[in-house]
C-alpha cells in the first residue's frame, strides 16, 4: 500500500489531539488552534447515500473519516493529484474501539459520477474530494462521514516542525538526489520525505515501506504530543494549516477530543488489496469480491450498520476470468451488489485513464501510460 501506513491518521490525530489539545495551554494557543481549523475547513455539498440522516457526533454515534495523502505539494507538483494513499477509519466510542484500512491506490473499481471503472487513486484526480469519496463509499459499502487530506508537503513540514525525528536505517540508499545513511540517524524534511517514500530499494519492496511510513508517523505523532511538541505548537499548527483540509468543524473536534479518544487507543489495522493483474497494458488490483464482502460487514458492524445481504449476490466470474488471465469483457462490482451495465469497462477497446505526468486541469488522455514512479 502507498504512502504512510497511518499517515493521514497524523493529519487526524494532529487536528483532534494537537489542536484541540492545546487549549488547555492558555488563551493564546486557543485563538491559534481555531484560526488553524478554520483554514483547514473545507466544506463539501453531498448528502451520503448510505445514511437517512448524518451522523451525530455530539451524541457519541460511530462514524467514518476518509483519510487521504494527495501526491502534490512538493516536488514541483502543484496540480490536483491523486490520492496516492487512501484509509479509511471508523470509530466506534462505546466499544471504544476504531478500524482503519488501508485501500491500494491500483484497485479497479468503479469512479462514481465519471461513468467509467479506473484505479481507485485516480477518483480524486478527476474530481477532487467528493469524487474519492462517493467512490470509496460505494467500494466498502458504508457511508463516509468525514474526511481530511494532507499532501507531500505536509509530510516534510510536520518532520520539521518537531525537529526532526530519529531511526534505525538497516542499509544507505538514494532517492531523488538525497541520499538517507545507514545506522542510528536524525531525519529532517528532506531525508525523512525519502525514507517514507523509497520503495525500490527496499528487499522488502512496499511492505517495507509501508513499515518505515508508519515509524515516520507514529514518532511526528510521538513528538506532536510530548511536552516538547506543545513549545513548538505555532510551527506544527503552520504546518497543519497550509497542508490540510477538512470537513470537520471545531465544533466536531472538541467534540472528538473529549467523547472519543479512546476509541483511537485500541486500532485495528486492516488493508484491502486483490489479485495483481495487466488488463490493456495498465496495473490493477483485482478484488475478490467474497473477501470485500467480509470487509464490508466488518466495517458496517463497527458503524452499528446492519449486514447487506445484496452484497452477497455479486458475480465472482469476472474475477476469476481476469485472474485466469483473461483481459476481455469488463470487470463490474458496485456498492449496490447488482452488476451496473452503464458503469461496465472495457479494457480491450478503451482504456482511458489520467496522464501520470500531467493533472492540469485534471486532463484525461486515451490511454494511460503506466505509472513507475516511486511517489505516493
Avoid at 137 to 161: C, F, R, T
Avoid at 338 to 345: E, H, K, L, T
Amino acid at each position: 500500500m502507498n504512502l504512510w501506513k497511518k499517515v493521514i491518521l497524523t493529519a487526524l490525530g494532529l487536528v483532534l489531539v494537537s489542536v484541540a489539545g492545546f487549549c488547555a495551554y492558555g488563551i493564546k494557543m486557543y485563538s491559534d488552534a481555531t484560526g488553524t481549523v478554520k483554514g483547514v475547513y473545507e466544506s463539501i455539498d453531498r448528502t451520503s447515500k448510505r445514511r437517512e440522516t448524518a451522523v451525530n457526533i455530539d451524541a457519541q454515534e460511530p462514524f467514518s473519516v476518509l483519510l487521504m495523502g494527495i501526491d502534490t505539494g512538493d516536488l514541483g507538483r502543484t496540480e490536483q493529484g491523486r490520492s496516492d494513499t487512501t484509509m479509511v477509519v471508523t470509530i466506534n466510542p462505546k466499544e471504544k474501539k476504531s478500524t482503519m484500512i488501508s485501500l491500494d491506490r491500483d484497485i479497479l473499481t468503479d469512479i462514481v459520477g465519471y461513468g467509467t471503472e479506473d484505479k481507485l487513486n485516480h477518483a480524486y484526480a478527476f474530481g477532487g474530494a467528493k469524487m474519492a469519496i462517493d467512490t470509496v463509499e460505494n467500494l466498502l459499502d458504508i457511508p463516509i462521514d468525514n474526511y481530511v487530506s494532507i499532501n507531500m508537503k505536509g509530510m516534510k513540514d510536520l518532520i520539521d516542525a518537531v525537529g526532526g525525528i530519529e531511526v534505525d536505517n538497516p542499509f544507505e540508499f538514494t532517492l531523488d538526489g538525497i541520499t538517507v545513511p545507514k545506522g542510528h540517524i536524525k531525519l529532517d524534511s528532506e531525508t525523512g520525505l525519502a525514507y517514507a517514500r523509497m520503495r525500490e530499494e527496499d528487499p522488502e519492496g512496499d511492505i517495507g515501506r509501508q513499515r518505515r511510513q508508519r515509524e515516520v508517523v507514529e514518532k511526528i505523532v510521538n513528538k506532536v504530543i510530548s511536552l516538547d511538541g506543545v513549545a513548538k505548537y505555532r510551527k506544527i499548527l503552520d504546518a497543519v494549516k497550509d497542508n490540510v483540509k477538512t470537513d470537520l468543524t471545531w465544533d466536531n473536534m472538541v467534540d472528538i477530543q473529549k467523547k472519543y479518544m479512546p476509541a483511537f487507543k485500541d486500532i485495528d489495522s486492516l488493508q484491502l488489496e486483490g489479485e495483481g493483474q495487466e488488463i490493456g497494458g495498465i496495473y490493477y488490483q483485482i478484488l475478490d469480491p467474497t473477501k470485500l464482502y467480509d470487509i464490508q460487514t466488518d466495517l458496517r458492524a463497527q458503524l452499528g450498520l446492519p449486514e447487506n445481504k445484496k452484497m452477497q449476490a455479486q458475480d465472482n466470474s469476472n474475477y476469476n476470468s481476469y485472474i485466469n488471465g483473461n483481459e476481455a469483457g469488463s470487470y463490474e462490482y458496485g456498492g449496490n451488489g447488482v452488476s451496473d451495465a452503464s458503469n461496465s469497462y472495457n479494457y480491450t477497446q478503451d482504456a482511458a485513464g489520467v496522464d501520470p505526468n500531467n493533472y492540469t486541469d485534471q486532463n484525461v488522455i486515451a490511454e494511460e501510460t503506466p505509472y513507475s514512479g516511486d511517489g505516493y
